[in-house]
C-alpha cells in the first residue's frame, strides 16, 4: 500500500535560517504528492502541490520537487520567519482517487 | 468563499450524551470528508461522502454516524462516546472524489474533549 515518510520533529531554527524538511514516499503507479500545513489550532492549508515527476510545487517561498527516481518531496525554504511555526504533512494521492496518505508531521519552531 | 466552516469549535460532552458535529462549505464541492486528528498525529481519515452518498467507512464505530443532508452540509452525529474519542475533528471537502486531485479543502475543526 502507499506509504509516507517524514522526518521526525521537532525542527527549530532562528529566523531567516534554511529549511529543508524531508519527505520519502512508497506508492504504486503516478501518485501525486502533496505538502500540507497546520498553525496552532487551525485545520490544515494546503501549502504546494506537485502531480508528476519533476514538477515542482512552489507557494510563500516554500517550494518541493516532486523526484520519481528518489522517490522524494523534500520541502525546502530558503529563510524562514517566526510566522512560519507550524505542523507540515506530507502527504500523496494515488490511483484510488482523492484519498491522502499523510505523513506522520513535522512540527517547526522558528525562534526570532 | 473559500471556506469550510464547522462548529461548533469546541464540545465537552458525557458518556452518555447525544450531540452533533456541524459542517457547511459552499465552494460546489460535491465531495466531503470527515478527519480524526489526535495530538501531534496526522488526520485519520473517517468517512466520505461522494454527491450526497457515503462512498468509504473506515471501519468507523457506530457511534460516530454521518449524514448529509445536502450538497454543502456535513453532519457528524455522535452517541456513547468513550474518552478516548476526544480529538480534533475536521471535515474537508473538495470539487469530487476522482482521481489523484488530493486538493482538500480543510475547516478549522471541532476539538471534542469527552469526560
Known amino acids: 500500500g502507499n506509504s509516507v515518510t517524514q522526518m521526525e520533529g521537532p525542527v527549530t531554527l532562528s529566523e531567516e535560517a534554511f529549511l529543508t524538511i524531508n519527505c520519502t514516499y512508497t506508492a504504486t503507479g503516478y501518485p501525486s504528492l502533496f505538502w500540507y500545513v497546520q498553525y496552532p489550532g487551525e485545520g490544515l492549508q494546503l501549502l504546494l502541490k506537485?502531480?508528476?515527476?519533476?514538477d515542482k510545487g512552489s507557494n510563500k517561498g516554500f517550494e518541493a520537487t516532486y523526484r520519481k527516481e528518489t522517490t522524494s518531496f523534500h520541502l525546502e525554504k530558503g529563510s524562514v520567519q517566526v510566522s512560519d511555526s507550524a505542523v507540515y504533512f506530507c502527504?500523496?494521492?494515488?490511483?484510488?482517487?482523492?484519498?491522502?496518505?499523510f505523513g506522520g508531521g513535522t512540527r517547526l519552531m522558528v525562534k526570532p | 468563499d473559500t471556506e469550510v466552516t464547522q462548529t461548533p469549535k469546541h464540545l465537552v460532552m458525557g458518556m452518555t450524551n447525544k450531540k452533533s458535529l456541524k459542517c457547511e462549505q459552499h465552494?460546489?464541492?460535491?465531495?466531503m470528508y470527515w478527519y480524526k486528528q489526535k495530538a501531534k498525529k496526522p488526520p485519520e481519515l473517517m468517512f466520505v461522502y461522494s454527491y450526497e452518498k457515503l462512498s468509504i467507512n473506515e471501519s468507523v464505530p457506530s457511534r460516530f454516524s454521518p449524514e448529509c443532508p445536502n450538497s454543502s452540509l456535513l453532519n457528524l452525529h455522535l452517541h456513547a462516546l468513550q474518552p478516548e474519542d476526544s480529538a480534533l475533528y475536521l471535515c474537508a471537502s473538495s470539487p469530487s472524489s476522482g482521481k489523484n486531485t488530493g486538493e482538500l479543502f480543510f475547516g478549522e475543526g471541532s476539538r471534542l474533549t469527552v469526560l
Open positions: 465552494m460546489g464541492h460535491r465531495a
Open positions: 506537485a502531480t508528476k515527476a519533476d
Open positions: 502527504a500523496l494521492s494515488g490511483s484510488a482517487g482523492n484519498m491522502l496518505t
